[in-house]
């Protein structure tokens, strides 16, 4: 019971940070609630006990997609001016 309450709390968190991602005007803010999307990802993928599945998605989708995504922002903004 416990870990469907829980789940259900991070799947209002993914949305949310869904939201937020969509309708922010700022990049920074975007890429960082995508990482957040990724990291409670794996969090719900420990829940339904695939916990290969969750250290793929925390090293790959939340962290290494996050720092590509602000190393990239970095470059172009150096590049722009």
């Not at 259900?8 to 940070?17: G, N, T, V």
């Not at 969090?43 to 989708?61: K, N, Q, S």
């Amino acid at each position: 019971m416990a870990n469907i309450i829980l789940a259900i709390i991070l799947a209002f968190i993914m949305l949310s940070m869904g939201i937020a991602a969509l309708f922010t005007k700022r990049v920074r803010t975007a890429v960082l609630a995508s990482g957040i999307i990724s990291l409670i990802a794996s969090i719900l993928y420990l829940l339904l006990a695939a916990p290969d599945v969750a250290m793929t998605e925390a090293a790959i989708g939340s962290g290494l997609t996050t720092i590509i995504f602000f190393y990239v922002l970095n470059k172009i903004r150096r590049s722009d001016v």
